[in-house]
């Protein structure tokens, strides 16, 4: 059956007859410069295999060292999500075979996780809270990459697959929720809520780039549905991978759908992992998804228990930094914006941006409206979260800076940033590929100016006559005559003072 011939039931349909229940489960990559258990580099790309070692590859009589700075950072995570940090936590192997996992198991941790019972506070498109219960964070490493060569790039139909093991081994912490049970008709809305504060808090504390198209922050999204009235779970399924915010609402949303018209037609949901398609924003079936019991957990022998000493987890308390959410608070007191701006704003997924914007030299009004407005509108045709839009903070102030300093005008700089977002380079190599900056020659503008005023000599009459608004179609054919690269201030003070 394929996604097309899936039976949907209408959402208010699924909300009337069900109760769904969520289970967010979150991959984070650790920004260390080395592996969790070797000393390969983790850096992003590279040919395949050359980010490998007999540790990560798992080649016999090769053992494992755990990584200091990726404990230090589980731990900071665990703070940071106001979890209890276990004294001694292990390290034990996930037995199962992938071709992606060279060692055939994954040394993760499972019956004691250095990270355990916190919760997430969320807030909501309409400024409510919704607090996300954690159950735990544990320490794993990551597996490598399969490339299925031919058809559809899925390894059904693929001539052949290829194997790349640079990624096997980077550090992870996976943050698994407790259900979460009473959001109704706003369970997607609480899914995204959740990805999108856990990313802001993941980046405060500067332990991963979060990086979604990159993989770096990768969500699976468990789903289920009960029936209104009962007290058990409904079977879960679990959408693997999502790598963009907008993708995990969608995605919840239609499993939500799927399940309901399932289980209204008298069926049975079928526990699996799922497989969502960015194109066309559905789910489809993977593989039937094991439990604890299938994949053998027993302590890794080659590892030690990990015992951070309570005076090191105190220190490292003391390093975290201001919550995302208490300094949007004093942001929004800063600027003097209302409630409804800066929830829009946060909604918008702008608020870091337009920070390291201003702290790149733009001023904080123009920061804002250049991401509030053009860029917004890019990220919405791109189809693509702001934050992931392939443009920098310090590129966006370089931009400001040139408009300040009447170097471009607002079109031109919206011309500028087009390019940057369509890979032709930094700002300024922009500008100069493109022929943008604005013409300060003044002979060269009142060349222009006097040409526009004799091919309208009834315009310029007007304009003599004293009907100042009338020089608004002289400066706008200068405008044209120069590409849009004179200051158009500084030309209609040019016309009037010709007319004069």
């Known amino acids: 059956m394929t996604a097309a011939t899936v039976d949907l039931l209408d959402y208010s349909d699924v909300i009337r007859d069900f109760d769904p229940v969520l289970g967010m489960e979150v991959h ?110 544990h320490m794993e490493e990551d597996t490598g990459k399969s490339l299925h060569i031919g058809g559809t790039g899925r390894i059904a139909g693929s001539d052949h697959s290829l194997l790349d093991y640079n990624r096997a081994g980077v550090p992870l912490v996976e943050i698994v929720t407790r259900p979460i049970e009473g959001a109704g008709e706003r369970a997607p809305e609480v899914a995204r809520a959740y990805v999108t504060a856990l990313r802001d808090l993941l980046s405060a504390l500067d332990v991963s780039d979060v990086r979604m198209d990159q993989g770096s922050l990768r969500c699976d999204a468990n789903v289920s549905l009960m029936p209104k009235g009962a007290s058990e779970f409904g079977t879960r399924s679990e959408t693997k991978n999502v790598n963009s915010l907008r993708s995990v609402e969608v995605a919840v949303r239609y499993e939500m759908c799927r399940q309901g018209a399932v289980l209204k037609a008298g069926g049975e949901v079928v526990q699996e992992t799922r497989h969502f398609q960015e194109t066309d924003g559905t789910t489809s079936p993977g593989r039937r998804k094991e439990t604890a019991e299938d994949y053998r957990y027993f302590p890794e022998p080659d590892l030690p228990p990990v015992q951070p000493a309570q005076e090191w987890v105190d220190e490292l308390a003391t390093t975290l930094p201001e919550l995302p959410w208490l300094r949007r608070a004093r942001i929004q007191h800063d600027w003097g914006v209302s409630d409804e701006v800066m929830r829009d704003l946060v909604n918008l997924g702008a608020i870091d941006l337009i920070i390291a914007t201003v702290d790149a030299g733009a001023d904080a009004e123009s920061a804002r409206g250049w991401w509030v407005s053009f860029l917004a509108q890019q990220a919405n045709s791109r189809q693509v979260e702001l934050a992931d839009l392939p443009i920098t903070p310090a590129q966006v102030a370089t931009v400001i800076g040139m408009v300040a300093e009447k170097k471009l005008t607002n079109k031109l700089a919206q011309q500028v940033i087009a390019g940057v977002l369509d890979g032709e380079g930094e700002p300024e190599q922009v500008v100069a590929d493109r022929g943008l900056e604005v013409v300060r020659d003044d002979s060269a503008l009142q060349r222009a100016v006097d040409d526009a005023l004799a091919a309208n000599p009834d315009i310029a009459e007007k304009i003599r006559g004293g009907k100042v608004q009338a020089a608004g179609k002289i400066v706008g054919d200068v405008m044209k005559a120069t590409r849009g690269q004179a200051d158009a201030a500084r030309v209609k003070e040019m016309v009037l003072a010709a007319c004069g």
């Open 28 to 137: 984070v990559e650790l920004g260390t410069a080395t592996k969790m258990f070797c000393g390969c580099p983790t850096t992003f790309g590279g040919a395949p295999n050359s980010h490998v070692c007999p540790v990560c590859i798992g080649l016999p009589g090769s053992l494992p060292v755990v990584n200091a700075k990726a404990i230090e950072s589980a731990i900071r995570i665990g703070l940071a999500l106001n979890c209890s940090i276990r004294p001694s936590s292990v390290f034990a192997r996930k037995n199962y075979f992938y071709p992606d996992q060279p060692k055939n198991y994954q040394i993760s941790q499972y019956d004691e996780p250095i990270a355990h019972d916190g919760y997430l506070d969320v807030v909501l498109t309409d400024g409510t809270t919704w607090r996300v219960e954690i159950e735990r964070a």
